[in-house]
């Protein structure tokens, strides 16, 4: 069955490959992008030029997930244009490089403000339309960074991924008596396919680097190096794409809570396989084991 799927951050990377997946499945998509007139024209172009190329409907809609009134604008387009949203997707993120302590606490808090702050504004708008149907599903774009093996100099990004994490499974609980389901996807460490490590941000305190570098010279060339060798040749980042089409078009109820895509494998399938099983056997042991899956009245 079609279904109506909002997705921030869909510009480029795992958000655009969702969108053209998703709308290739038959679903009626909205790729919410920052700025369509000028920063992310090219990227509005290319996805309108595909949805007529390939007779799908694929969409654009300003989406600033780090503004209350875009994510509330973006969210009431779909509602006036379609009367209905299906699948909210929180894929908007933003990565950065360095040692932790050369990150101003300012630049933190912007990372947060977009990797975290910005899912809480997009359920604030769209939640309330969901809980009114009682149908719905939430699609979190995790990271294997949360749980599994982490370099150095990628703390701020892996911080920010953790929160969002604890965020999407208390969600879960929440919503779920409303008839809302969660599932978590979790990527690992995809080195091409998407912007991330190229697009990253730097520290804002350059002496902070510069001493870091006299003990850890070279040291993000290293990492990143090592991450390309661990990536097998076969890795595909559009299996992130499929993996999404695959839930999405899985019958409510049978959805999964966390699905894993990472051909590197860093471990995070087994901490979360641990991590999950506990959570549900804590929530039988205090009565609350009707949230682990999406019921109505």
Do not use: C
Not at 16 to 33: F, I, K, N, S
Not at 80 to 88: A, F, P
Not at 123 to 142: C, S, T, V, Y
């Amino acid at each position: 069955m079609s279904k109506t799927i909002l997705i921030s951050g869909a510009s480029s990377g795992f958000g655009a490959l969702t969108a053209r997946a998703l709308a290739d499945a038959g679903h009626t998509v909205y790729a919410g992008m920052r700025d369509l007139a000028a920063r992310n024209a090219t990227a509005a172009a290319d996805a309108a030029q595909y949805a007529k190329d390939n007779g799908v409907d694929l969409r654009t809609v300003e989406l600033d997930v780090s503004s209350d009134e875009s994510a509330r604008q973006a969210v009431q387009t779909v509602l006036t244009e379609q009367g209905k949203l299906d699948v909210l997707i929180h894929n908007a993120g933003h990565m950065v490089t360095g040692p932790a302590e050369a990150f101003t606490p300012e630049q933190l808090a912007a990372l947060y403000d977009t990797n975290v702050l910005g899912t809480q504004r997009l359920n604030r708008a769209a939640l309330p339309h969901l809980r009114e149907q009682q149908d719905g599903l939430l699609l979190w774009i995790g990271s294997s960074s949360s749980r599994g093996g982490t370099p150095p100099y990628l703390a701020p990004y892996f911080a920010a991924k953790a929160a969002m994490d604890a965020l999407a499974t208390s969600y879960a609980l929440e919503v779920a008596r409303f008839g809302i389901e969660s599932t978590i996807i979790v990527p690992g460490s995809f080195t091409h396919g998407t912007n991330h490590f190229a697009h990253s941000g730097t520290p804002a305190d350059t002496d902070v680097v510069a001493a870091y570098e006299t003990r850890y010279a070279g040291l993000m060339d290293q990492v990143s190096q090592k991450l390309r060798e661990l990536e097998p040749e076969w890795a595909d980042v559009a299996e992130v794409a499929r993996a999404i089409v695959t839930v999405v078009g899985t019958e409510k109820g049978r959805r999964p809570f966390r699905v894993h895509i990472d051909p590197s494998d860093d471990g995070a399938a087994v901490v979360n396989a641990v991590a999950d099983r506990v959570r549900a056997e804590f929530l039988r042991r205090v009565g609350l084991d009707d949230l682990l899956h999406p019921t109505a009245a």
